[in-house]
């Protein structure tokens, strides 16, 4: 299986690093250079790199946020909405305080009652 079509780039076959050279002496391969594509080739195998890199989400949008330039704009505060009116008289606000005190009154009072009588 070629290399490519693993990891979708392509690869050239690395020539031998050393050479013999006549009298025993070895001539090692150069050191890694830049390509015309801009990727870095060691011994004659590209390696390609991305020239423009996306950023990741959050990097991304930070980034790209959209920032207040206008002096108005800097100085304005957060929106001042009006109070709630108040609720109808059919509706009630419910909190869990409510909640726990009105179970708790329930049971201990159902438990204090004695069950109505059953009429023959």
């Given at each position: 299986?070629?290399?490519?079509?693993?990891?979708?780039?392509?690869?050239?076959?690395?020539?031998?690093?050393?050479?013999?050279?006549?009298?025993?002496?070895?001539?090692?391969?150069?050191?890694?250079?830049?390509?015309?594509?801009?990727?870095?080739?060691?011994?004659?195998?590209?390696?390609?790199?991305?020239?423009?890199?996306?950023?990741?989400?959050?990097?991304?949008?930070?980034?790209?946020?959209?920032?207040?330039?206008?002096?108005?704009?800097?100085?304005?505060?957060?929106?001042?909405?009006?109070?709630?009116?108040?609720?109808?008289?059919?509706?009630?606000?419910?909190?869990?305080?409510?909640?726990?005190?009105?179970?708790?009154?329930?049971?201990?009072?159902?438990?204090?009652v004695p069950p109505p009588a059953e009429s023959e």
């Open positions: 299986m070629l290399l490519s079509a693993i990891f979708g780039t392509t690869t050239v076959a690395p020539p031998s690093y050393s050479t013999v050279i006549t009298g025993g002496a070895t001539k090692v391969g150069a050191p890694p250079r830049l390509a015309a594509g801009g990727g870095t080739v060691y011994g004659g195998m590209v390696i390609e790199c991305s020239s423009r890199p996306q950023k990741k989400a959050t990097k991304h949008h930070m980034k790209t946020r959209p920032r207040k330039s206008q002096a108005w704009d800097i100085r304005r505060g957060p929106t001042v909405y009006p109070p709630l009116p108040t609720l109808p008289p059919d509706w009630t606000l419910v909190t869990d305080d409510a909640i726990a005190t009105a179970a708790a009154s329930s049971s201990s009072s159902s438990a204090s």
